[in-house]
């Protein structure tokens, strides 16, 4: 055999190893029922989506979506049971702590764009929201070319920063941006007035104001800043996993199961307080049911 050959062979077998290890890597159903525990990723104030009700507690509409997911999870790999753990995660780690395997399904807030498309897979939306700006109801802010010259607040690592700093070339120049390290940080420094404006997912800011102390202090403006579809997150790569979990949200979406979980987190009082966030679900997140689809943002801006 000439040496070209069997160089030829030799880089494939080495080929195959790595690609056999990467398959390995991304066999999310196979590491379940080995472990007989999943890893889920969720977020601890992300407004009725994903939030704590104390140590190792978490709930929230993702999080009951996910629950929902994990019980098809657990009849597939045919376990009477599956253990979850939860993994906090936050906007700057939860794609690498999906990536790297620490969490297999992610059931917090993301955004499903076409960047992040390239980095990880995302499930058929059942949430599309809209960027919003919460002020104070004595300010006399209704429109965000008001808050020119003004702080405005947004969490570090969502997508609330690039369309913050949008509003700021074009309708809001002098705007002093302001970063918090999550929602609630964000939202407090409303509260204590550190800041005139807070853009986060109109969802979250309906939730921190109902939480809040004196909810009628606060109004969200009218203006939508960006439209973002929330998906649940998981690693690409995965064909298996991906079909089980699509095919869950689908079914979820398809026998309208979605819209009285929905009602439940949106429009009845939750815990801890048994605060209504009074969310009616919008005319986008209801097409997203009636066609439950895997696509970027991109597209949802388009129309």
Known sequence: MAKSSKRSLAFAAALAVVCGAAAAQTDTLKKVKESGSISVGVRDASGAMSFTLGPNRYTGFHVEICERIIADIRKAVQLDRIG???????PQNRIPLVQNGTVDIECGTTTNNAARQKEVAFAPTLYVEGVR?????TSGITRPAQLAGKTVAATTGS?????????????ANG?????AKDNSEGFLL????RAEGFVADGQI???????????EKYRLLDQ??????LAIMFRTGDPAFKKLVDDSVVALARSGEVARIYDKWFMQPIPPHNARVGLPANAMTKA????????????????
């Open 224 to 229: 939508v800043l960006s439209v973002e579809p």
């Open 133 to 137: 700006i919460a002020v104070k109801a």
């Open 205 to 215: 800011l309906a939730t921190l104001i109902s939480k809040s102390k004196e909810p």
């Open 84 to 90: 979850v753990r939860y993994q906090l995660v936050t």
């Open 175 to 179: 705007i002093e941006e302001v970063l």
């Open 190 to 193: 409303l509260e204590a007035g």
């Open 288 to 303: 997203g049911w009636a066609d439950p689809t895997d696509k970027p943002m991109e597209s949802y801006e388009s129309h």
């Open 159 to 171: 997508t609330s920063v690039p369309a913050l700093r949008k509003l700021k070339r074009e309708g």
